[in-house]
C-alpha cells in the first residue's frame, strides 16, 4: 500500500511542496511502524496540568520510536484546544496523537479507547493530573525492556522510599480497601491496585478484552492479567 501511494505522490508534481508533503508522509508512516511505547493519558478537564505534563514527557520520553495517545473523556474545560495547541508547536520528537470523545463515558473507556489506537510493543498508563512523576515512568519502561520475563508492573505509592506528598485521604484509604479485597479474591499481595502508572508488554494486552468503563478499570485490568496467569511485579513510585 505504502508503496502504491508514493507512486501516486511522485506522479502528480515534481515540485517541492509535494516532495515536503512525501517527506512527512515517509517519516510519519516510519514512525508508526517502528513504535516502542506507546503512552496512553486519559484526559478530563485537566487543563492546569497539561503543559507541566507535555514538558515531564519530553524530558523523558522524547524519541521517534516512543507514540503518546492523549484521550479527551469530553472535557468541558478547555482541555482539548490546550492539546491541540501543545500538538502543533512540534517541539517534540515522538508520535503525538489527540483522540476526542463527545462525550464523559469515564477513565476505563478512555484507556480502552487509547489501547485499540496503540501500536507499541509496551503499554504504558498514565494519569494527567500529575499525581505521578514522569521519571518513576521513565524507570517502569527500563525496568521491563531489560527484563523478558517481566510483562507488566504496576506502580506502587505505598512502596516508595522516595520522597513523596501525603493527601488525599480518603482516595488512599479506597485504594487500600480496594487493594485489600483483590488480595482476598485473587491470592494476591498487591499493595496499590488503584495506582494511575502501569506498563504491560503487547502480549498482555493481546491477551485480556477490557470491559469497565469507570474507574473500575482497574480492577478489571488487573483482574484479568492475573486469570491469564501473568504475574504482576510493583514498583515504588513517588
Known amino acids: 500500500l505504502y508503496s502504491v501511494i508514493e507512486m501516486y505522490l511522485r506522479q502528480l508534481d515534481d515540485s ?7 517527506k ?22 485537566e487543563k492546569n496540568f497539561l503543559h507541566r505534563l507535555h514538558n515531564q514527557i519530553k524530558t523523558y520520553f522524547n524519541k521517534n520510536e516512543f507514540e503518546i495517545i492523549y484521550v479527551d473523556d469530553g472535557s468541558t474545560d ?8 501543545i500538538k502543533n508547536k ?19 473507556k478512555a484507556i480502552q479507547t487509547g489501547i485499540k489506537n496503540s501500536k507499541g510493543k509496551y503499554i504504558l498508563l498514565q494519569d ?12 517502569m519502561y527500563e525496568m521491563i525492556i531489560k527484563n523478558s ?22 482516595n488512599n484509604l479506597v485504594g487500600k480497601v480496594n487493594s485489600l479485597i483483590f488480595n482476598m479474591f485473587f491470592s494476591q499481595s498487591l499493595s496499590d491496585v488503584h495506582c494511575g502508572l502501569k506498563i504491560l ?30 504475574f504482576i511485579y510493583e514498583f515504588g513510585v513517588s
Open 16 to 22: 517541492e511542496c509535494i516532495d515536503v508533503l512525501y
Open 24 to 45: 512527512e508522509y515517509w517519516i510519519s508512516m516510519h514512525q508508526e511502524n517502528n513504535i516502542d511505547l506507546s503512552i496512553v493519558i486519559p484526559v478530563f478537564n
Open 78 to 85: 478547555g482541555s482539548s484546544e490546550i492539546l491541540n495547541d
Open 90 to 108: 512540534l517541539d517534540y520528537k515522538f508520535n503525538f496523537k489527540i483522540i476526542k470523545l463527545d462525550i464523559n463515558s469515564g477513565k476505563g
Open 128 to 139: 494527567a493530573d500529575l499525581e505521578l512523576d514522569s521519571k518513576d515512568a521513565k524507570e
Open 149 to 170: 520475563e517481566i510483562k507488566c508492573i504496576f506502580g506502587s505509592r505505598y512502596l516508595s522510599g522516595k520522597l513523596k506528598k501525603n493527601n488525599y485521604f480518603i
Open 201 to 230: 508488554e503487547r502480549s498482555v494486552i493481546d491477551k485480556i478484552k477490557l470491559s469497565v468503563n469507570d474507574f473500575g478499570i482497574e480492577i478489571d485490568l488487573a483482574a484479568q492479567i492475573v486469570r491469564n496467569n501473568f
